[in-house]
């Protein structure tokens, strides 16, 4: 079975610093990655996502994350953190279900909060 | 574009009763729709998978008599719990998937059964 371990629950970052939120799966076959944001109120929306090719994936809001197959890991980085990427970040990872879309098992999340 | 709606953001329900719960894609036709339950501090748990106009597939463990999904057209979604207990009180977020496959999610329903 699948599974996602997000080793850190809760990171605490001061503005214009660097992050890495950390993201370790477990599956049998070569993953799907995702990493999400969930702010209060609002949806899930994704970052950034790893199907194949180039390791190192941009996503959107000037984050990017780097496949690593020996690590089984894919974990998220931005460069200088803004105040407003305060949120909870998850890390997803799923197969293609073939009736569309992707089963996602998630991560329990990291909450990101940013010091002015 | 790529917007989904669920209504109600929050209800509060007598245990014994159903409460209905509505996902929404606004913009897009949702050929598939998922249904995903979140505890404080926990992750989301994926509950169920339906196609429009076909049954839902539940995951294990998941009661289909008590969480009752029906994808009725291509932009709602519904997930009623019948007879709600205190236990059902959690965070369910619908998602929806167009033909690019890419899950959208919703911004969640707070249940609270007394």
């Known amino acids: 079975a699948q599974s996602v371990t997000q080793p850190d629950i809760h990171i605490t970052v001061s503005e214009g610093a660097s992050l890495e939120l950390r993201c370790n799966y477990s599956?049998?076959?070569?993953?799907?990655l995702f990493w999400y944001v969930q702010s209060p109120g609002q949806g899930l929306q994704l970052l950034l996502k790893y199907f194949s090719g180039d390791t190192l994936v941009q996503g959107i809001k000037g984050f990017e994350a780097e496949f690593k197959r020996s690590q089984s890991s894919f974990n998220l980085r931005k460069p200088s953190v803004h105040w407003s990427d305060a949120a909870e970040y998850f890390c997803a990872v799923g197969p293609y279900s073939g009736a569309g879309s992707y089963q996602l098992t998630f991560g329990k999340g990291t909450k990101l909060s940013v010091i002015p | 574009g790529a917007v989904v709606s669920q209504h109600p953001s929050w209800v509060i329900c007598k245990s014994g009763t159903s409460v209905k719960i509505e996902c929404r894609s606004l913009d897009f036709q949702a050929t598939t729709m998922f249904w995903y339950r979140q505890f404080p501090k926990q992750s989301l748990m994926l509950m169920a998978t339906?196609?429009?106009?076909?049954?839902?597939?539940?995951e294990q463990g998941v009661e289909k008599d008590k969480f009752l999904i029906n994808h009725a057209s291509l932009t709602l979604s519904t997930l009623t719990v019948t007879s709600a207990h205190p236990e059902d009180s959690s965070f369910y977020i619908c998602?929806?998937?167009?033909?690019?496959?890419?899950?959208?999610f919703g911004p969640g329903t707070r249940l609270t059964v007394t």
């Open positions: 998602s929806a998937s167009d033909t690019t496959y890419e899950q959208y």
């Open positions: 339906s196609n429009e106009g076909s049954k839902a597939t539940y």
């Open positions: 599956y049998g076959a070569t993953p799907y």
